[in-house]
């Protein structure tokens, strides 16, 4: 009897071992190895306090792009649109994305906001902050310009004030149009539309010039539209971390669309400090279905161990390391940092113009990696990588799987809970505009290969995680 006792003992203490090692090799196993000398921390800047209240109004009706379509037209082409912010005046039937303003002469006049790129419907709901993934870059929108340009001149006339208000942003329409179309609808072409609008400005005092002044290459390099309820923690602005200094002073850079000088870029810049207040308030969507939390709990060990180094904690202490990964450690599709580094004209326009003055001084630095971003409401920002490559996590995770040629189906409620990611299908060729080809130049989908040594059911476990962050 005392023999059975000892040996269902010893039986018991080699299994729990046994079951030790298991685990510590798993544990290993579900453990990557990141060269710490190739993680560049990114320095925080000073910035400037605002009113977040003042911000949301800003965004939703402010001026400042400066110059826009006469109102009357603007309404005869589109019809009235669901009052989607409860906008009252001027912007009352107006879409959400366009905001109705007086011009400096007094005449209403409608142009682009900024939810043109930052706002998205997923599962019948519009998110303010949330990068617009139907954005329609693919066509040269020169054809509709030259039709405006018509259709004001003919019911105005080009020495009336209407034409005076709508003039400098058919002008700048005009240039940058036919340099910013791309492959497939969803991706952005920002990067380049900034390089565009200060070859035609000069530095010191943003008026327009007509002549291109700066080299800017043809290419057209693509990006996804990161959230902006992660921007908060960050410490430079981009992908590539590129942007520094004053986040309000680089954010306003897209009303080089259509101000005439520094007077109304320090206008529109003393009211961005309440636009990125609002942006700072903020709150990343919550996962809408049910959590497996027992997996989740699962899922957090795994991150903790594979992602938390880069992409920081979460939870009731929450941790961000802002560092940026080394081209040659992420090995992603280069194209963006090199588009940086190859907009040098640019960048020395913009570091030696009214955007790098004190105060709140903002510069562009390009950086050798791409920033590893925070994770904040992961699950709502498919498709991932910096260019929009991958279509849902599951294929981030794992490489392998990752379609070459993808094209989403359904409309905005076709989102796959489970591998967060919209519902796709695989080409065997690029079919139209909607199909994302990853074998074009930027548009690559290779790199973070984090995920691979992972297995099924431990993607699996990370990927329930993911779902509470």
């Known amino acids: 009897m005392k023999n059975s006792i000892l040996f269902s003992i010893l039986l018991l203490l080699i299994l729990v071992a046994c079951e030790d ?15 710490s000398s190739k993680l560049y921390p990114m ?15 800003t965004l939703i009706n402010g001026d400042y792009i400066g110059s826009g379509i006469p109102i009357d037209i603007f309404k005869t082409a589109f019809p009235t649109a669901e009052n989607t912010w409860n906008r009252t005046g001027l912007n009352e039937g107006i879409p959400h994305d366009f905001n109705a ?14 939810f043109q790129c930052h706002s998205s419907t997923l599962n019948g709901e519009l998110i303010p902050g949330l990068g617009n993934i139907t954005s329609d870059f693919t066509v040269d929108q020169s054809g509709i ?11 105005y006339t080009q020495n009336s004030p209407e034409w005076e208000a709508y003039f400098p942003f058919s002008q700048a329409t005009a240039v940058t149009a036919p340099q910013l179309q ?24 943003l008026e327009w010039i007509d002549q291109d002044l700066l ?47 520094t007077v109304q870029a320090r206008k529109i810049d003393n009211s961005f400090a309440d636009v990125i207040a609002y942006i700072n308030s903020l709150e990343a969507p919550i996962y ?27 939870g009731d202490t929450e941790t961000y390391p802002n560092l940026l990964v080394d081209i040659s450690e992420i090995k992603t599709d280069p194209a963006l940092i090199e588009a940086n580094f190859g907009y040098t004209r640019f960048t020395d326009w913009y570091n030696e113009s009214w955007f790098a003055q004190e105060p709140h001084a903002a510069r562009l630095q390009p950086e050798p990696g791409y920033i590893a971003p925070p994770l904040d409401g992961i699950w709502a920002t498919a498709p991932y990588l910096h260019n929009g ?28 809970y489970q591998n967060l990611g919209w519902e796709y299908e695989s080409l065997t060729s690029k079919e139209d505009k909607f199909s994302y080809d990853t074998q074009l130049p930027g548009y690559g989908n290779q790199g973070h290969y984090f995920g691979d040594h992972l297995n099924e059911s431990q993607r699996d476990a990370l990927i329930e995680y993911m779902k509470t962050l």
């Open 21 to 35: 090692e298991i685990s510590s090799t798993m544990g290993e196993e579900a453990q990557i190895n990141i060269d």
């Open 43 to 57: 320095q925080p800047s000073i910035q400037r306090e605002g009113s977040a209240e003042v911000g949301w109004n």
């Open 215 to 261: 080299d800017i290459p043809e290419e057209v390099v693509p990006t996804d539209v990161p959230p902006w309820w992660i921007l908060k923690k960050k410490n430079r602005m981009f992908y590539t971390a590129v942007g520094q200094g004053d986040f309000a002073r680089i954010s306003m850079a897209s009303s080089l669309l259509a101000i005439q000088d």
């Open 145 to 155: 310009n030259l039709v405006l340009d018509q259709l004001v001149s003919a019911t």
């Open 389 to 416: 490559s991958v279509p849902d996590m599951e294929t981030l995770l794992n490489s392998e799987s990752r379609p070459l040629i993808w094209r989403r189906v359904g409309n905005t409620s076709n989102y796959n």
């Open 101 to 114: 303003f007086n011009a400096e002469n007094g005449v209403a006049v409608v142009a682009p906001n900024c």
């Open 288 to 314: 809408p279905e049910e959590i497996n939390q027992l997996l989740a709990e699962e899922g957090k060990a795994l991150f903790l161990n594979n992602c938390a180094s880069c992409h920081g904690t979460y």
């Open 182 to 205: 791309t492959s497939t609808v969803g991706v952005n072409p920002a990067d380049k539309l900034a390089a565009v609008l200060g070859a035609h400005r000069n530095p010191e005092t």
